[in-house]
């Protein structure tokens, strides 16, 4: 019989505990709220799918893994290039509550978000257009 050092119903609590706080910082999201919140908050600048150009802001297909600044078809700031960024689920969703913060000087022109579900469901969204 193995023994636990605490009593059997304080051990599951308390495992239950840790797995709550242990969960990922980024869990799923909804891919169908991030369609609806990219197009209320970044279509009018972004754009995604086949079709899918820079325009006022670059494109943002396949931007996972993609160097920050390194389009072709888009004029980034200085800072934006020179960032040495690689875009990830951490460095995306830092730079969507914060722009500002993580790249001084961007051009990008937004408050961010701070609602991390929000963020996660974006996010979700973007990886469907690899």
Not at 56 to 76: C, M, T, V, W
Not at 101 to 110: A, D, H, I, L, S
């Amino acid at each position: 019989m193995t023994r636990f050092p605490l009593p059997v119903p304080a051990a599951r609590t308390l495992l239950l505990l840790m797995l709550a706080v242990a969960s990922p910082a980024f869990a799923a999201g909804d891919i169908a709220e991030g369609k609806t919140l990219f197009t209320s908050r970044c279509s009018s600048c972004h754009s995604v799918g086949p079709m899918a150009s820079s325009g006022f802001g670059p494109q943002l297909n396949a931007i996972a893994g993609r160097h920050a600044g390194s389009l072709k078809d888009f004029e980034y700031s200085n800072a934006m290039k020179q960032s040495g960024i690689v875009w990830d689920d951490k460095s995306l969703a830092a730079f969507i509550e914060n722009p500002g913060k993580v790249v001084p000087g961007t051009k990008m022109r937004f408050w961010g978000i701070s609602n991390p579900r929000k963020i996660a469901d974006l996010l979700a969204y973007l990886h469907t257009f690899k």
